[in-house]
């Protein structure tokens, strides 16, 4: 196998966005985001890593802030920081931001038209059928999270294997918008091969079902059973299918992904790297994402935590930029980025007041050179608007190199399964 380093030339690796930094530390000691935390652990074994969202649901405006001030609960050893199964526990926290009026019967008018096609089955290329549910057999569930359960499944009469998303249907607005988000993004898009296909879906009277092309792993799992980072080239291949999937969102559906992490991106056999998980994706208005619906924790930008205005919090795709650069240092390493952290109130209090993670000094300067004029590294600027947007990212030297070299990403994940195989059998 060729060489896995991206050539390093400076010469070649000016990046389009080359001015200095003109990203300033968050001020740590405002008042824009005083709160009381409440943390709520779930049982050990199905703790998720924490969404913003659900930090929005628990909040007094009076009591600790983020800025600095002590909390009224001592925070979690670091053994609890991740359980035995790699999860984080969630940390609940609210801002309380203004909302547009919203409908309730809009959001039953939409999911109604897309119950038109529920049972519609692509079972096999190009071809379609009118199934029900129990006509799929679970052969094992995948993985689970805040919005429900992963099950491999299998069709009785043809055989054909799939991975079901199954999410509980309830009266709550938030979470029938969640369903409707997911099913409508990732319906529309299937010409976009970066993006996990779905083959089909299933509305009943307690539950929903996501169809979609079965994936081998996704690459929070991967790093985890191999215990260390991955090589530059995969890394090169990750980042190059990661964007052109969130610029296809934003330019052909105006959305903003907002829960981009290694636990959303999926790796096949065959070497095919998709995204996935659109439920709390969120609408473009004028480039601007405008609700306060987020993702996990940890690959929040510094402006989505601390926003210049808390009553009027604007961002746009560069929040999903940062979360891309926090989840490609956390492949390269194979370390969850934030690691002397004994709490998730510690990880927001890093990612607004400290310098970005940095990558392993062994890869190339286009990706670990800590001159963010020259490396990859500029995806991580605090501030956003010397963050580069996809078009910059898509011409910035590392990603340019790795769209047109050839690496068999199949070929090295099957080695890597020999290899795990070989040391559990103790050979």
């Not at 203004?98 to 897309?114: G, M, S, V």
């Not at 898509?394 to 340019?400: P, V, Y």
């Amino acid at each position: 196998m060729a060489s896995s380093r991206c050539p390093n030339e400076r010469d070649l690796a000016n990046s389009p966005n080359g001015d200095t930094n003109r990203g300033q530390s968050a001020n740590y000691e405002s008042n824009s985001l005083k709160m009381r935390l409440n943390f709520h652990t779930p049982p050990r074994g199905q703790r998720s890593r924490p969404t913003l969202e659900d930090t929005f649901n628990n909040i007094s405006m009076n009591g600790g802030t983020v800025n600095g001030s002590s909390l009224s609960q001592s925070p979690r050893s670091s053994s609890e920081t991740r359980t035995s199964s790699g999860k984080r526990p969630q940390l609940n926290l609210n801002f309380k931001f203004p909302q547009k009026p919203h409908r309730l019967e809009d959001e039953h008018a939409n999911f109604r038209q897309i119950t038109r096609n529920s049972g519609l089955l692509e079972i096999n290329v190009n071809e379609k059928i009118k199934v029900t549910s129990d006509e799929l057999v679970s052969e094992g569930e995948l993985g689970h999270g805040n919005c429900g359960h992963v099950h491999k499944m299998r069709h009785k009469e043809r055989g054909t294997l799939m991975a079901v998303k199954q999410m509980r249907k309830s009266g709550n607005k938030e979470d029938l918008k969640r369903i409707l988000m997911d099913i409508d993004i990732v319906v529309k898009s299937h010409d976009c091969r970066y993006i996990v296909k779905c083959l089909g879906y299933f509305i009943n009277e307690v539950d929903v079902w996501i169809c979609m092309e079965l994936m081998d792993t996704c690459l929070d799992k991967l790093i985890r059973k191999l215990k260390q980072g991955l090589p530059e080239n995969i890394i090169g291949k990750v980042a190059v299918a990661t964007v052109n999937a969130l610029h296809y969102l934003k330019e052909k559906h105006g959305v903003i992904h907002r829960d981009v992490k290694p636990s959303n991106i999926l790796l096949s056999r065959n070497g095919s790297i998709k995204l996935c998980d659109f439920g709390i994706s969120g609408r473009l208005d004028n480039s601007k994402a405008k609700t306060r619906n987020a993702g996990c924790v940890a690959y929040l930008s510094p402006e989505r935590i601390e926003p210049v205005d808390p009553d009027f919090p604007v961002y746009d795709v560069r929040a999903d930029v940062w979360s891309l650069g926090i989840t490609l240092i956390e492949l390269a390493t194979g370390k969850f980025p934030y690691p002397k952290c004994t709490s998730d109130f510690e990880v927001l209090s890093h990612i607004v007041k400290d310098d970005p993670p940095s990558a392993p000094r062994s890869f190339s300067i286009n990706f670990a050179e800590q001159n963010d004029n020259i490396s990859f590294r500029y995806s991580l600027r605090k501030d956003p608007s010397a963050r580069p947007k996809y078009q910059a990212l898509l011409n910035h030297q590392f990603l340019k190199y790795y769209e047109e070299r050839a690496v068999d990403v199949g070929s090295w994940y099957h080695d890597q399964l020999q290899k795990m195989t070989e040391i559990e059998n103790g050979s």
